[in-house]
C-alpha cells in the first residue's frame, strides 16, 4: 500500500503575527496545505532553536518559524534574537551535513494572509520535493 | 616594537627564576601553574604560596589534566581574588577563562596571566606510566624547528591560535632556537611591565610574529585538513554522524571536562529533556525500536547550538571520552563555521559580545522574506 508523501511540517508562529496571518488566511478561504502543524508561542524569540532540532530530529520533514518583520516586534526585539538564532542552528545543520534546507524562517505580519498561505504552500511543495526526512527510519540517534 | 624581559637562563629555569621573584618580592600572594605530583611526571595544577613548593612547579609541561581557564573561574565565580595571583596558561585556557567572564563565571582583576606561545599538550590517555617523559625530548625538538609534535592532541595539531591574545606576558617558545640558553618574556601589557620591574634580566625589543610563525599556522591549516580526512569528518552527513556517535555512552564526560559547559543544570541533565516512559512508549510504536539511552545526538548537536560560537578548541572533550570518540575535532569544526559566520573570535576581546546575546537590526537581510 502506497500512501502518497505528504510532508509533516512543523511551524511555530507568532501570537501576534504569524499566527494572526494564519488565521486570517483561514477566515479568507484561501487554499493552505494541511502539511502544516501550527504551533503557537507568544513569540519568535521565544522558539528555543532546540525544539527545531527535536522536531527535525523526531522525524518532522520540515519546520518553519514565522513572526513578525524586523521592528514590528510586538516585544520589540524578539525577533532579532529569532533570526540569529536560526542562522546559528542552519549553520551548524550546514556544517554537519544535515538537510539544513528542511529548516527555514519567514516573516508574516497579521493582515498578510495570502502571504502566509503562499509561504506555506512554497515550502510545503520544496519538502516535498526534498522527501522524507530521514530520521524517520533511524532507531540509533 | 614590543619589550622583551631577556634572562639568560634556559627558559625552563629561566621561568621558574622568575615566579620565584614574583613570590618572594611579594608583588604575587600565590603562583598558579602546573605541579608534579609524582616523579612519573603526574603533573597537576596548583595555587602555590610556599617558595619550597615552587621547586615543584613545571609550567611548561605539555600536559593539561583540567582546562585552567575552567579553574580560575571557580577561585572568581563569587569575586575577584582578594591578592594578586600570577597564572601560567596555555592560549586556548586564557581564551576560554575569558569567555567565561563574558558569561559572568568569573573575574580578571588581581590575574597577573603568564602565557606561552604554544606547541600542544599531549592528549591524556597518553600520560600514563611515564610516557610523557619519554616522548620530551622530541616534543621539545620539533617545537625548536618550528614543526608539528606527532603524538600531541589533534586539535593542538590543527590550532592557528597559538599566540596568546590576552596574557599580560607571554614566553616565547614556538620556533625559538635557544631556548636552552635563553629565556624571553615579551611584556604585552603595563600590568606585565610593573610585574617584571626589577626581576632578574635585561629589557630588550623583539618582534613575536616571524616567518617561521607564519610558516607553522599554514602547517597546521594543511594539518587540519589532513586529519579531518583521516577521520572522515571532512564531509559529515546524516549516517556518517550516526555512525560516529554510535558508540557514545551518553556518560557526559565531554560536557563536564568542557570550560564554556559551566551551567550547574544542564538541560540535557534536566527534567526538561527526561525521557518519560509515555516518550519511550510513543516511539517504540513509532519506530519498532529505540536507543536507550535516548536522545545522543540530539545532546551532542544540541551542545554544538549552546557553545559553538565560544569554543576555543583545547581538546578537552576527546581526551576524556571513554570511547576515543573524536569530539573536539567535530565540535571545533562546527565552532569555526559558526565563528566565521558571525565574524566572531572566542576569547580575543573581553569587549566583545557572545554572538548569542547580542543582535544588530541590519544584518541577515535575506533571511525570512
Redesign the interface.
Known amino acids: 500500500m502506497n500512501k502518497e508523501y505528504n510532508p509533516k511540517i512543523i511551524g511555530f508562529l507568532c501570537n501576534w503575527c504569524a499566527y494572526t496571518g494564519a488565521d486570517l488566511a483561514g477566515v479568507s478561504r484561501l487554499n493552505v496545505p494541511s502539511s502544516l502543524k501550527a504551533v503557537r508561542v507568544m513569540c519568535s524569540g521565544r522558539v528555543n532553536p532546540l525544539f527545531v532540532l527535536k522536531a527535525f530530529l523526531g522525524g518532522a520533514d520540515g519546520v518553519i518559524i514565522m513572526g513578525c518583520h524586523p521592528g514590528d516586534c510586538h516585544y520589540q526585539k524578539g525577533n532579532y534574537y529569532a533570526r540569529r538564532r536560526f542562522v546559528l542552528l542552519q549553520k551548524v545543520f550546514e556544517t554537519l551535513g544535515l538537510d539544513f534546507e528542511r529548516l527555514a524562517l519567514s516573516w508574516v505580519s497579521a493582515s498578510e494572509g495570502p502571504r502566509f498561505a503562499r509561504v506555506t504552500t512554497e515550502f510545503s511543495e520544496k519538502i516535498k520535493k526534498l522527501g522524507p526526512n530521514p530520521a524517520k527510519e533511524e532507531i540509533f540517534l | 616594537m614590543p619589550k622583551v624581559l631577556k634572562i639568560k637562563k634556559g627558559v625552563e629555569e629561566g621561568i621558574n627564576d622568575f615566579l620565584k621573584f614574583l613570590l618572594e618580592s611579594g608583588k604575587v600572594k600565590g603562583i598558579f601553574t602546573l605541579k608534579k605530583t609524582n616523579e612519573n611526571g603526574a603533573v597537576s595544577y596548583s595555587l602555590i604560596t610556599h617558595l619550597d613548593e615552587l621547586k615543584k612547579a613545571v609550567p611548561l609541561f605539555p600536559l593539561m589534566p583540567v582546562n585552567a581557564g575552567k579553574v580560575l573561574s571557580a577561585f572568581t565565580l563569587l569575586e575577584a581574588t582578594k591578592d594578586t595571583v600570577a597564572a601560567v596558561l596555555r592560549p586556548c585556557e586564557i581564551r576560554s577563562f575569558i569567555e567565561l567572564v563574558k558569561r559572568f563565571q568569573g573575574s580578571m582583576e588581581n590575574f597577573l596571566l603568564i602565557s606561552l606561545t604554544c606547541g600542544g599538550v599531549f592528549p591524556l590517555k597518553s600520560a600514563v606510566n611515564g610516557e610523557v617523559k619519554k616522548l620530551l625530548p622530541i616534543y621539545w625538538e620539533s617545537i625548536k624547528k618550528g614543526n608539528i609534535s606527532s603524538n600531541i592532541r589533534p586539535t593542538c595539531q590543527t590550532c592557528e591560535h597559538f599566540i596568546p591574545y590576552q596574557a599580560d606576558m607571554t614566553i616565547a617558545i614556538v620556533e625559538k632556537k635557544n631556548t636552552d640558553k635563553e629565556c624571553n618574556i615579551f611584556l604585552n601589557t603595563d600590568k606585565g611591565e610593573n610585574f617584571a620591574k626589577e626581576a632578574p634580566g635585561d629589557i630588550v625589543f623583539e618582534e613575536m610574529d616571524t616567518n617561521e610563525i607564519t610558516e607553522l599556522k599554514n602547517k597546521r591549516k594543511t594539518q587540519k585538513k589532513k586529519l579531518y580526512e583521516e577521520l572522515g569528518i571532512e564531509?559529515?552527513?546524516?549516517?556518517?554522524?550516526?555512525k560516529i556517535f554510535?558508540a557514545c555512552l551518553s556518560c557526559h564526560a565531554c560536557s563536564h571536562a568542557c570550560p564554556i559547559c559551566y551551567c550547574t543544570l544542564c538541560?540535557f541533565e534536566s527534567k526538561i529533556f527526561e525521557y518519560k516512559p509515555s516518550s519511550y512508549n510513543m516511539e517504540l510504536n513509532?519506530?519498532?525500536?529505540?536507543?536507550v539511552p535516548?536522545?545522543?545526538?540530539?545532546f551532542h548537536?544540541?551542545r554544538?547550538?549552546h557553545m559553538?560560537?565560544s569554543c576555543v578548541g583545547c581538546g578537552m572533550c576527546s581526551d576524556v571520552c571513554p570511547v576515543n570518540i573524536p569530539v573536539s575535532m567535530?565540535f571545533s569544526?562546527?565552532g569555526d563555521?559558526?565563528q566565521k559566520?558571525?565574524e566572531y573570535l572566542p576569547g580575543k576581546d573581553i569587549e566583545e559580545s557572545i554572538?548569542?546575546g547580542?543582535?544588530?537590526?541590519e544584518?541577515?537581510a535575506e533571511?525570512?522574506?
Open positions: 564531509k559529515l552527513e546524516f549516517k556518517t554522524l550516526i554510535s538541560d513509532q519506530k519498532g525500536g529505540i536507543r535516548p536522545g545522543t545526538l540530539f548537536i544540541g554544538m547550538v559553538g560560537v567535530i569544526m562546527v563555521s559558526l559566520m558571525f554572538p548569542f547580542t543582535f544588530k537590526t544584518e541577515f533571511i525570512g522574506e
